[in-house]
């Protein structure tokens, strides 16, 4: 038993291993390539894992001449204003479906799940038709749809989260005095904060990452988010790697610090409203 234990182990984290393996290596590639020249990426040292001539040149141009961090600005702007939309709006909702009973209540739950399983490409032209002949394309109005997009998730978390916050601890507050407004925000708010956490960061990440909605509607360069600011790092001929490695490189990073200083915060979060107490 002790050794077919200990194979199940060893065989276990081997495949944790090559599954971690397989996860990171892009990530590692791509920070080795951002290093290398032209002439290297397509040569004979396309596979080397130590680039022969490090040069920060790719970095230089993206930053200097391409304006990388103008991109990574709108991408800010635009993600964290969809953060806080989201977060206020899907609270409330997620509250108001959570606490009170209602005809069609899991209906509404079933139509908000369905909003968020449609495509992007089959709402993208109405979506589009309707920025234009509202003036709205080439703006920070994109918010506005990207709202939309991550609306369903974020209120699907959250009424998990309500659902497991004891209804007691509400009309305790009541019978003590405290108005439906204090008890939402000194109480309900409060122990439900690990959801709401959760749910801004996913929706930040979702916002950071979206790509077709922008590419679509905001043509003008200004208003370009990083990822359609990666898409255009290429000439009539070719795509620029090493230029695209070492922008990707640069915008992962505002990402990989929220995940790596808010991991905790965010596992407890995606696991307490899982678990009936």
Same mark, same amino acid.
């Given at each position: 038993m002790d050794t077919r234990s200990r194979k199940l182990k060893i065989t276990m984290g081997a495949l944790i291993a090559m599954y971690l393996f397989a996860m990171f290596f892009p990530f590692l590639w791509i920070f080795i390539t951002s290093f290398k020249t032209s002439g290297e990426i397509f040569g004979d040292g396309a596979f080397r894992l130590i680039p022969d001539n490090p040069t920060l040149q790719n970095f230089k141009t993206i930053i200097f001449d391409k304006g990388i961090f103008e991109a990574v600005k709108t991408s800010l702007i635009i993600s964290t204003t969809t953060t806080l939309y989201i977060v206020i709006v899907a609270t409330f909702a997620a509250y108001a479906i959570s606490r009170f009973d209602f005809k069609g209540k899991n209906v509404l739950l079933g139509l908000i799940l369905a909003v968020s399983m449609f495509p992007q490409m089959i709402v993208v032209g109405p979506v589009y038709n309707l920025f234009l002949d509202l003036g709205l394309t080439n703006s920070y109005a994109i918010i506005l749809p990207y709202s939309t997009i991550t609306l369903p998730m974020a209120v699907w978390i959250l009424v998990t989260h309500f659902n497991h916050i004891p209804l007691a601890l509400e009309e305790s507050a009541k019978m003590d005095g405290a108005t439906p407004f204090q008890t939402l925000f000194k109480i309900v708010f409060p122990l439900a904060a690990p959801g709401v956490f959760t749910t801004a960061i996913i929706v930040f990440i979702a916002a950071w990452n979206e790509f077709l909605l922008t590419i679509t509607i905001n043509s003008n360069k200004s208003y370009h988010t990083v990822p359609v600011a990666i898409s255009f790092l290429r000439t009539q001929?070719? %795509?620029?790697w090493g230029e695209v490695a070492a922008a990707t490189t640069v915008v992962t !990073?505002?990402? #990989? !610090? %929220?995940? #790596?200083?808010f991991q905790k915060q965010i596992v407890s979060g995606l696991t307490s409203g899982g678990v009936k107490e």
């Open positions: 001929f070719e %795509i620029l !990073i505002p990402t #990989l !610090i %929220i995940v #790596l200083f």
